[in-house]
């Protein structure tokens, strides 16, 4: 089955300050890559997700590239504030399954 | 906008009992989901449901799982004889299509700790 890494497991960024987060996954097959964020006792909310026949795509100060050759995404959150800090899970499916994999997160900390 | 709601939030078992986790999904979608997070562990996948049926489901989904849609808003997780490693963190989620690139969206879980 698909199995998705996720890097770094902590970051600490100063605000104003771009953060990046990476997944690689195992499985080519795969062609939807959702972000979500997770912040203390609330619900994992989707805040941007990208499908394998684009390499990048932007929402203000958050943009996702992909890799497909490589097998890797990426989160970069540009000019962070202090309530970008949160939990970030990354995830991959391929069109014919239900199910998401996911990332084991990333502990994102903006300080002010 | 429209959200995902779970009960109960927390919900404390002694082991070998019973415990039905309750979900309800966005009105118009038609895809439910249940995942669970044990404290430390990745988001892992337990079962899809649609139109009353599993359509995929996770070797954790094992017989002590089940599932069901007992009306027309409610989806439920029952655990039929709890052990100490079902404490987790419950996620339901619910999404328009199953297969396909639709967004899952989810609830804001239910952590069940097992005495």
């Known amino acids: 089955g698909e199995n998705v890494e996720q890097h770094p497991s902590t970051l600490s960024v100063q605000e104003g300050d771009s953060a990046v987060i990476k997944c690689t996954y195992s499985?080519?097959?795969?062609?939807?890559f959702p972000w979500y964020k997770q912040e203390l006792g609330k619900r994992p909310q989707l805040i941007i997700d990208i499908r394998s026949n684009v390499g990048e795509k932007k929402d203000q100060r958050i943009a996702v590239t992909l890799n497909k050759t490589a097998k890797h995404f990426s989160l970069h959150i540009t000019e962070t504030q202090p309530e970008d800090s949160a939990v970030y899970f990354c995830?991959?499916?391929?069109?014919?399954?239900?199910?998401?994999?996911f990332g084991a997160g990333t502990t994102v900390t903006v300080r002010a | 906008e429209p959200e995902v709601t779970q009960t109960p939030s927390h919900q404390v078992t002694q082991m070998g009992q019973e415990v039905i986790l309750r979900c309800v999904p966005i009105?118009?979608?038609?895809?439910f989901y249940w995942y669970r997070q044990i404290l430390g562990q990745k988001v892992e996948f337990l079962v899809s449901?649609?139109?009353?049926?599993?359509?995929?489901k996770s070797e954790i989904f094992d017989d002590q799982f089940s599932v069901e849609r007992p009306d027309g808003s409610n989806f439920t997780l029952k655990i039929r004889s709890t052990k100490l490693e079902d404490s987790a963190m419950y996620f339901c989620a619910s999404s328009e299509t199953g297969t396909g690139l639709q967004p899952q969206h989810f609830g804001d879980g239910t952590r069940l700790s097992i005495l």
């Open positions: 449901f649609y139109n009353n049926e599993i359509s995929e």
């Open positions: 499985d080519s097959a795969s062609n939807y």
């Open positions: 009105s118009n979608h038609l895809y």
């Open positions: 995830a991959a499916k391929r069109s014919n399954d239900y199910k998401l994999s």
